[in-house]
């Protein structure tokens, strides 16, 4: 039986929600779209284009739609500091959560929302789809399979030609003061840390904004990594270089093994096999072994759609459910302070002070 939902956010993202990422599972019976809301009555007309809901289907009061159409689960797809509202009616509706990254626009509300559908019974999961897409896998299954022996560090590229106004999309990210971590790499540390296999126990990071960029805040960064298991990881980004080295989900990647080097650029992922008896010779990208994609029917978003569901039937709980899934966003925000402070951030202590602070807000 097709689980009941309500998708809130048809604007922006919540467009693509409607049109690409929600239809196939509709199709499939997966999932029912019982109603849509959105402020902006404007965008609801794609619920009604590519979800097939009537205009009494959709709503731009959150409450009427919550208390008018009971659905086993919600989607959170409308700005960050609106994520809590939406999930404060999810859990007074008795609806599980799916949510777009990241969980809030502070740790501490993440915490608190995470706190909130933990003690409520709820089961919530965000959709961090870069993590999840087709090369990112390829090279996940690659480095925990055991055929190259252990991991020994990461390195992560991702620079960008964005530095005039308007070229990254949505103007409010030229307007933001970490536009860089909060925007682009919260997938990518997330994606280091999924990679190593630990929580990220250390983070140093340095960022900045060159003069001739058209952004408010820092839209550079290097960043370092240690993690509680030995794996160490690199960072760079930039959105403001003289040109563009890697596309948006095709990062160039990195993984040192005992036993091979894994590389994953625009196109392939090649494995460089550990040869003692040709060590001297240098190796460019191109002269590895290739390593062929994984490949199933669904990838990033449209994918952890399905694994959410899989959850509410009784299935693996999500990988990005919201109490780990707090380790993304404690990333993002220790980098923060560690770019504001010029020191290193413990990553853990960073998350735990968050936690104390709800617990006293909550304390009579």
Not at 236 to 264: I, P, Y
Request: glycine letters at 8%.
């Amino acid at each position: 039986m097709a689980l009941k939902m309500i998708q809130v956010g048809t604007g922006g993202m919540g467009a693509t929600w409607c049109r690409d990422f929600l239809p196939p599972h509709v199709a499939a019976g997966l999932i029912e779209v019982v109603a849509a809301v959105d402020t902006n009555p404007e965008v609801l007309g794609n619920a009604r284009e590519h979800l097939g809901l009537g205009e009494a289907q959709c709503y731009t009061d959150i409450q009427r739609a919550f208390d008018e159409n009971p659905a086993d689960f919600c989607t959170v797809v409308v700005p960050p500091y609106s994520h809590e509202e939406v999930v404060d009616q999810a859990v007074a509706h008795d609806m599980h959560i799916l949510s777009e990254k990241p969980i809030a626009d502070t740790l501490v509300a993440s915490v608190r929302i995470a706190d909130k559908a933990t003690k409520a019974g709820r089961k919530m999961a965000v959709t961090m789809s870069h993590r999840f897409n087709q090369y990112k896998t390829t090279m996940r299954e690659s480095v925990r399979s055991g055929r190259y022996g252990d991991l020994n560090y990461l390195v992560f590229r991702f620079t960008q030609e964005a530095r005039q106004l308007g070229a990254w999309g949505l103007g409010f990210r030229y307007e933001m003061e970490d536009p860089l971590l909060v925007e682009g790499s919260v997938h990518h540390l997330d994606i280091l840390a999924d990679l190593a296999g630990a929580k990220c126990d250390t983070i140093y990071a340095r960022t900045w904004n060159p003069a001739w960029s058209a952004f408010a805040g820092d839209s550079q960064a290097l960043v370092t990594m240690e993690f509680e298991n030995g794996v160490r990881a690199t960072y760079e980004g930039s959105k403001v270089n003289a040109v563009g080295m890697d596309g948006w989900g095709r990062e160039n990647t990195r993984a040192e093994c005992e036993g091979a080097t894994l590389v994953l650029g625009s196109d392939r992922l090649e494995c460089f096999p550990f040869d003692p008896t040709r060590n001297a010779r240098i190796k460019a990208e191109g002269d590895g072994h290739t390593v062929p994609w994984l490949e199933q029917p669904f990838w990033g978003h449209a994918w952890l759609i399905e694994k959410f569901v899989r959850w509410l039937e009784g299935g693996e709980p999500m990988e990005t459910n919201v109490v780990d899934n707090l380790q993304s966003v404690a990333l993002v925000t220790a980098a923060i302070e560690s770019s504001k402070t010029g020191l290193p951030v413990k990553v853990q202590e960073h998350l735990a002070a968050a936690w104390r602070e709800v617990a006293a807000s909550e304390s009579p």
